[in-house]
């Protein structure tokens, strides 16, 4: 455990940079679990993926190994994965149906509730404090869970601020992911791309939202395919997604610019709104007839005008609505973390945005793409540079500093090349770090 003091840690924070520890500290990794993702909301997973009774999805919380199950009430339960006898993780990471959870180690049922079921020769245990009816007996729920929109969150701390407050601003991209829907709903299909990164959680999360590196790291990628495309695509031909798809990563540093940032309490923050990378793909036949006959033209038209980039809900997770995806992060140790990129069906959508969204994961956010290798080698320079003893302790967050601007509920706006965001997810870490939030 760190040995560092409340007064140490908000130490590292300054107005205009933190110290470099933040990203390279085991001891401080160590306190990020216990006091930002044992306190905070963090995303577990969707009700689509639990949508039997006896369906369930292990994940984790930070450290703490978890189960989403779907329970024969009906109700989503997360539950610690753990047995009450010996402690034995029940169930490996993996989806399935089953209608009771059994401890692969002494053979414990529990019901997907958690409650315990059956004890092999329990007579073993007559007069004693454990056993079936006794509620420290069961596997665990954890503390808080709740869910927006299905997307189901959950909470290692018994107490803090309802989801729907904690959630904000961010709140509004959910509601646009789902309104993309011509039914108002989504579902996780396909499979998952997990992708590890030798570099510590907080690089992802904040390059998400950094608008100074496209046009610079992503030459390798968006700026070969433009001049690919250049080459053999003639007038009149026409413009295939992929091309849609990678050609704005490298767009000029005023383009990024005018996208805009914001950022709301609790760390969260989006780039763009009215237009990002995503804002001119081509339409897709009878997508908006579709949500026409649900929404109506101008509120049809109001649910495409959003078009927010990344918005990134600290500290977990970040969504995309135009693609219909949402990146997970899962910190494994100060130095690796664990990226899961997940893909929305918009039910009575048509197939062809569901397949875009496919081919956009594909060629970003797996681990065998041409964009996400640009960022994995950016974070695996900025992870071992920052080890390197040269008398340089600090990090710059000076770009554009004190220009943003600041309404009375506290929401952020700057210009979307800002290091504002950075300096406000510190804070936001400091707030966690030296105090029950």
């Not at 540093?253 to 996208?259: G, L, P």
Request: hydrophobic share 35%; proline share 4%; aromatic share 12%.
């Amino acid at each position: 455990m760190s040995h560092y003091t409340n007064e140490q840690l908000a130490g590292f924070i300054r107005k205009d940079s933190v110290h470099k520890k933040v990203y390279t500290d085991p001891g401080i990794f160590d306190l990020e679990m216990e006091r930002i993702w044992n306190r905070s909301w963090v995303y577990v997973g969707h009700d689509s993926q639990v949508k039997q009774p006896g369906d369930y999805f292990a994940t984790s919380i930070g450290r703490q190994p978890v189960i989403m199950t779907r329970h024969k009430d009906g109700k989503v339960y997360v539950l610690f994965n753990r047995c009450s006898h010996k402690g034995a993780q029940v169930i490996g990471e993996s989806c399935g149906n089953l209608q009771q959870l059994r401890c692969s180690y002494h053979g414990y049922v529990f019901d997907t509730d958690g409650t315990l079921l059956h004890i092999p020769r329990e007579e073993g245990y007559s007069g004693v404090g454990f056993g079936k009816g006794k509620p420290e007996s069961n596997m665990q729920q954890v503390p808080r869970v709740d869910s927006y929109h299905g997307l189901v969150f959950a909470s290692l701390a018994a107490e803090g601020p309802d989801l729907k407050t904690w959630l904000s601003g961010a709140a509004v991209s959910i509601d646009n992911l789902v309104e993309r829907s011509p039914e108002g709903r989504i579902e996780i299909a396909g499979g998952c791309f997990r992708y590890l990164h030798d570099s510590n959680w907080k690089m992802f999360v904040e390059n998400l939202n950094d608008a100074m590196h496209p046009m610079v790291v992503h030459q390798s990628s968006s700026g070969t395919a433009k001049r690919v495309f250049d080459e053999r695509l003639k007038e009149g031909d026409p413009v295939p997604f992929e091309l849609e798809m990678l050609a704005p990563f490298t767009n000029n540093y005023e383009f990024f610019e005018k996208m805009g940032l914001t950022a709301w309490d609790y760390g969260h923050s989006v780039t763009g709104g009215k237009f990002s990378i995503h804002s001119a793909y081509s339409p897709i036949p009878g997508y908006m007839d579709a949500l026409i006959g649900k929404y109506g033209e101008q509120k049809a038209r109001e649910i495409l005008a959003v078009n927010r980039h990344n918005t990134v809900v600290y500290p977990s997770f970040t969504l995309k609505g135009a693609i219909t995806s949402i990146r997970v992060v899962k910190p494994v140790a100060v130095d690796k973390t664990v990226i899961e990129s997940w893909v929305f069906r918009q039910v009575g959508a048509p197939e062809e945005l569901f397949r875009r969204s496919i081919t956009y994961c594909n060629l970003i956010n797996s681990h065998a793409n041409l964009v996400g290798p640009d960022d994995y080698e950016a974070y695996h320079r900025l992870q071992y540079g920052l080890q390197i003893q040269d008398g340089n302790e600090w990090v710059s967050q000076h770009r554009h500093l004190g220009k943003e601007e600041v309404e009375e509920d506290g929401t952020k706006h700057a210009a979307g090349t800002s290091d504002m965001v950075f300096r406000h997810q510190f804070q936001t870490w400091k707030d966690y770090m030296v105090s029950i939030r």
